[in-house]
């Protein structure tokens, strides 16, 4: 097996968890909080959505689908375009309103579809060039797409918890 078909399957694997997180929920639930502290679904799955756009878009060197795609006019948040959610603080969580799970849905498959694009054409050679220089070691191509992989299905996960938790209040 390839080293990018592993690539490909972990990040079908993190449309398939934002699907199930989404996909037919209330979308009432989609801003709830468990407490006034908490992230929701629609900042999880916004946030993750913006994380995997931001760092493939970067290594791939193309515009990001959030602005290429007009989902930041779609979407009407808030916040400049570039923002992804990273150190957004409770109040930022809260203004990012999402009334239609679809919207979610819809902008992470484009993600998914331009990521699995790219990733598609790397050889196991182009997952060790450094694309980050500000770390030590610095940053691999790999790297830096299996961090993107673990830090989606983190929130993605975290997402299908609260759904879980939010239906059955």
Do not use: C, K
């Not at 079908?12 to 009432?28: C, H, S």
């Amino acid at each position: 097996m390839e080293s990018r078909d592993l690539l490909l399957t972990a990040f079908d694997n993190v449309e398939e968890a934002v699907r199930g997180a989404v996909e037919g929920i209330d979308p009432q639930l989609l801003n709830a909080r468990v407490d006034p502290e908490a992230n929701t679904i629609a900042w999880l799955v916004w946030h993750l959505t913006r994380v995997q756009d931001d760092h493939v878009s970067e290594v791939a060197g193309v515009e990001q689908a959030y602005t290429a795609n007009g989902w930041a006019d779609r979407f009407e948040l808030p916040f400049d375009p570039s923002a992804i959610g990273y150190g957004f603080s409770s109040t930022d969580v809260g203004r990012t309103q999402v009334s239609d799970p679809q919207l979610l849905i819809d902008h992470h498959a484009d993600v998914h579809r331009r990521t699995a694009e790219f990733v598609g054409t790397l050889s196991a050679g182009d997952l060790d060039r450094v694309v980050d220089e500000r770390w030590d070691p610095p940053v691999t191509l790999g790297v830096r797409l299996l961090s993107v992989v673990g830090d989606d299905l983190q929130h993605a996960g975290q997402a299908a918890l609260l759904r879980g938790s939010l239906e059955r209040r």
